[in-house]
């Protein structure tokens, strides 16, 4: 009869075994009412051992949250091909995915919490904003945007933020209308802001030429006009 062996772990691939964990449980409870205890057993070793690789629950806490603001702000990344619509739908629907995923460490990612420093939170938060505010550039193709370009993208950044926290109090609104919601908020801002500069009705229209008729942002310029109507 053969026994089995556990293998044994380096000092970094058992690192990215904790905070793989440690985000498996933040995923469904805040950090804060996670334990080392419960990270250790989930991880199949001694609570000593966690110690031996982070030296106490705020660094493995960072280093979790930290992956966690590496993988949103991931999800702004999209070919630049097509409609710009439907891309920012597709960036929607990757972001309302984390938020799905992770509610309890999104919650904790985007309003802090006792366990970290403000500081080290408010730079994790900042990262994924300038990722996201660059990727939306990026596809405006947009290099050195007018100053209610940067209003508006940053604006509507903030928006999708709070959006999706009230959403997971309570999940009242379906997902996939909030995601149309804020592809919506994002054209109707862009528009809002063109009819009163000229710098921001050069980046508006090469958007609406490119815009099918079946796309998100034709859709909410019908509705407009037929509730004006």
Request: no cysteine.
């Amino acid at each position: 009869m053969t026994t089995g062996v556990r293998r044994r772990m380096g000092v970094d691939e058992r690192r990215q075994q904790l905070i793989r964990v440690a985000l498996e449980l933040f995923s469904r409870r805040s950090p804060d009412d996670v334990s080392i205890d419960e990270i250790a057993a989930a991880a199949g070793i001694s609570r000593p051992l966690v110690y031996h690789y982070f030296p106490g629950k705020l660094s493995l806490y960072e280093a979790a949250l930290k992956r966690a603001s590496e993988d949103l702000a991931g999800r702004f990344a999209e070919p630049h091909e097509g409609p710009l619509g439907a891309r920012l739908l597709r960036v929607m629907r990757r972001y309302f995915d984390f938020v799905d995923e992770h509610g309890p460490g999104f919650s904790a990612l985007m309003r802090g919490g006792p366990a970290v420093g403000s500081s080290t939170t408010n730079a994790l938060i900042d990262s994924v904003r300038q990722a996201a505010y660059e990727h939306i550039l990026a596809h405006l193709r947009v290099t050195d945007p007018p100053a209610r370009l940067e209003l508006v993208i940053r604006s509507w950044i903030s928006l999708a933020e709070s959006t999706a926290l009230i959403w997971l109090d309570g999940r009242r609104i379906a997902r996939a209308e909030l995601e149309i919601q804020l592809v919506h908020d994002f054209a109707a801002l862009t528009a809002v802001s063109a009819a009163f500069d000229d710098e921001m009705r050069a980046v508006l229209r090469p958007i609406l030429q490119d815009e099918p008729a079946d796309g998100p942002f034709s859709d909410l310029a019908a509705r407009l006009i037929a509730l004006a109507s």
